[in-house]
């Protein structure tokens, strides 16, 4: 019996360790001032995501294309915060918006982020996780939403292809929402994570009528898949996937 409660107690000890601690106020890190720091990317994609890995700072990207088209920046900041570098950044590429709501900063490509027609401004009446890891609970809010976007007529519901994979220093996620957007309940799986972002990519020809449409960045995307939602680990990078160390030298470049 002893051991039974002591292999409980051990269990019950790493499911708290997996629980994150909130991130510190985003207020804080985007005030911090910077000596020196300095970015070398693809493309503004690439770029913020280097920002977000760098500072642990929640970041929630509408991207419009190919996440890897070449448009490269390459520049240095010095005594500014973390603020001012993101704005000066944006303007790199004027297609683009920075906006900071919800405990995230968000990259939106103008005129798409308060079209009707983006479905991560569906409103979902209820979304509930316990303990879940945020990339399968980005992939149960995708099937959520698809659901919405394409009723099935009874008996005759598909389930939606795809996976999430979790890797070992992800945090498990616990919350309720009640009537928020899609982006709404993204932005709160990601600041209850220790991933440092949300990505949801719009194809660039669109259909003349009905909810936008998303693909991913590495893989085909059906309809049962729409939106793609994605939910990246620090220093991975969003046009490849593919994990990116040589970032962290950004911050230590003299």
């Known amino acids: 019996m ?9 269990l019950a000890g790493i499911a708290k360790a997996q629980q994150v601690e909130y991130r510190p106020d985003i207020q804080q890190v985007l005030s911090t001032k910077v000596p020196h720091y300095a970015v070398k990317a693809a493309n503004l994609l690439q770029a913020v995501a280097q920002i977000a890995s760098d500072f642990d700072l929640p970041m929630g ?13 390459s520049h240095e900041w010095s005594n500014l915060t973390v603020e001012q570098i993101l704005y000066d950044l944006v303007t790199f590429d004027v297609e683009y918006q ?3 709501s919800n405990g995230v900063v968000h990259l939106q490509k103008r005129g798409i982020a308060a079209s009707q027609r983006n479905p991560l401004n569906i409103r979902v009446p209820s979304f509930s996780v316990t303990s879940e890891y945020s990339r399968e609970a ?11 976007i394409y009723p099935r007529q009874p008996g ?8 999430r994979s979790a890797g070992a220093d992800e945090a498990l996620v616990t919350l309720s929402l009640k009537d928020a957007t899609a982006r709404e309940i993204l932005d709160a799986l990601l600041v209850r994570s220790h991933s440092a972002m949300w990505l949801v990519v719009f ?3 669109q259909p003349d009528t009905g909810f ?15 939106p793609d939602l994605d939910i990246l680990p620090r220093f991975d990078d969003p046009a490849t996937g593919r994990y990116r160390g040589d970032w962290k030298i950004g911050l230590k470049r003299p």
């Open 98 to 100: 920075i906006d900071v």
């Open 138 to 148: 980005a992939f149960r809010l995708r099937n959520q939403v698809n659901l919405m």
């Open 203 to 205: 194809r660039a020809e």
């Open 156 to 163: 005759k519901l598909s389930a939606c292809a795809g996976s």
């Open 61 to 73: 990207v509408e991207w419009q294309g190919d996440p890897a088209a070449a448009n490269e920046i």
């Open 2 to 10: 002893r051991s039974i409660f002591l292999v409980l107690t051990v």
């Open 212 to 226: 936008l449409e998303t693909k991913s960045p590495w893989r085909n995307t059906t309809n049962l898949e729409q």
